[in-house]
Structure formats: C-alpha cells, structure tokens
C-alpha cells in the first residue's frame, strides 16, 4: 500500500527566508503532485512532477522528483506572507487514476 | 470550463438526518473522487469512480455511507443517518488521467455541520 509523508507538518518561517518542505512515497510512482490549500479553500494544483530528475518552478515555489529516492521536495526562496497556506504532496503509485495523498505542511510566513 | 461544482456549498442538519451531497465532474473527465477532510484526519479519500464505475470504496467509513454515479457528468454522497462524528468538508475531484498528466481538480467543497 502507498503510504505518503510529509515533513515538515507544521512550519513556520520569517519573511526573506528559505526552507524545503520534504514529501517521501513507500512504493514505485512515476507522477507526484503538488497542492495549495488557502484556508476555507479549496485544493489548487501548483505542480505536476512526471519524471525522474524533473524540476518545475514557479515564482518563489520550485518542486523536484528524485523517483530513485521516492522523494520529492518543494523549495521556497524568500518566503513573502502570501505563501502561508498548507501545501500537500501526491503519489500516483502503480494505480492509474488514483492519488494519495501527505498529510499537509501548514506553512506560516511572519514578518 | 466552469470547473468542478458542487452543491450545496454549506450544509447544517442535526443527527439522524439524511444528507446527500452532489458533484458536477469537469466534462470529459471520467475519474471522480470523493474526498474528506477534517483537521484530526486530514484528506481522506472515501470512493472514486472510472466511466461511472465505482472502482475502490474502501475508504467509505460505514454502511452509512454510499455514493453513486448514475451518469458522465453528477455523482451523489449520501449519509443516512448522518451523525455529528461526520461533520467535515466533503471534496469532489475528477480527472482525465488519459491526456497524460493525470492531475486532480478539486470543487470548492461542502462544509457539513452535524448538531
């Protein structure tokens, strides 16, 4: 069974500053996603990983897949306010269709 | 594309009531989720369909629980008789798996408080 982790769960970052938030996958997956979440919102996908070595960015937020490893990263350069959201990684597995998902990083930036 | 839709977008009933929840997948489509969400369990997937067929409802907590997906383009969650334990928010999904980047789209959610 596909067991998604998360890590950070809580983070909590000054504005200017950068961090990574890890996303590690139990069994073989050739697609990762990655999801905001604003508060009382809903899911908005941020990035579609589907191949080893892929990297994608966009803004202050970029996201790699190393599949040999089952773990994909989402890097923040100079966090601003408006990054504070909870963020959520997803594996595809060998089930087509189906994603599961981390548990959620709740991402604060302060001043 | 008007995106995922579902109704209603707040629901408040009491116990033992029966409450049943709709999504309008993004035409074309032909996976739909549903999930669940709520700050102690976090996102949990309840049941998806592929071409209308349900194909994994493991995730359904109870017989309490059922979901259908008469056509293409709605699908039902129904809680009969709902209990307080279910208040959460229920997210539709859909996706189309077969233009390659399998991506989910999420509905904006129905927040459903149980008294």
């Known amino acids: 069974e596909l067991k998604v982790e998360q890590n950070p769960l809580f983070l909590s970052m000054q504005e200017g500053k950068n961090y990574t938030i890890y996303c590690n996958y139990s069994t073989t997956s050739d697609r990762l996603y990655w999801y905001r979440q604003d508060p009382g919102k809903s899911l908005e996908s941020l990035f579609v990983l589907l191949s080893n070595g892929a990297v994608k960015q966009e803004g202050r937020l970029m996201a790699s897949l190393d599949t040999k490893a089952r773990l994909s990263t989402l890097h923040i350069t100079a966090a601003v306010h408006d990054l504070s959201a909870t963020y959520f990684c997803?594996?595809?597995?060998?089930?087509?269709?189906?994603?599961?998902f981390g548990q959620g990083t709740i991402l604060t930036v302060h001043p | 594309d008007a995106g995922v839709i579902q109704s209603p977008r707040h629901e408040v009933t009491e116990m033992g009531q029966e409450v049943t929840l709709r999504c309008k997948p993004i035409?074309?489509?032909?996976?739909l989720f549903w999930y669940r969400q709520t700050m102690m369990r976090g996102l949990e997937l309840l049941i998806y369909f592929n071409n209308n067929v349900p194909i994994d409802d493991s995730g359904m907590p109870e017989d309490r629980f059922s979901a259908k997906m008469p056509n293409a383009s709605f699908s039902t969650l129904k809680i009969q008789p709902s209990e307080p334990r279910d208040s959460a928010v229920y997210f539709c999904a859909s996706s189309d798996p077969g233009r390659g980047l399998n991506e989910q789209f999420f509905g904006p959610g129905t927040r459903l408080t149980v008294l």
């Open positions: 997803g594996a595809g597995g060998t089930s087509y269709g189906k994603l599961t």
């Open positions: 035409s074309g489509h032909d996976y």
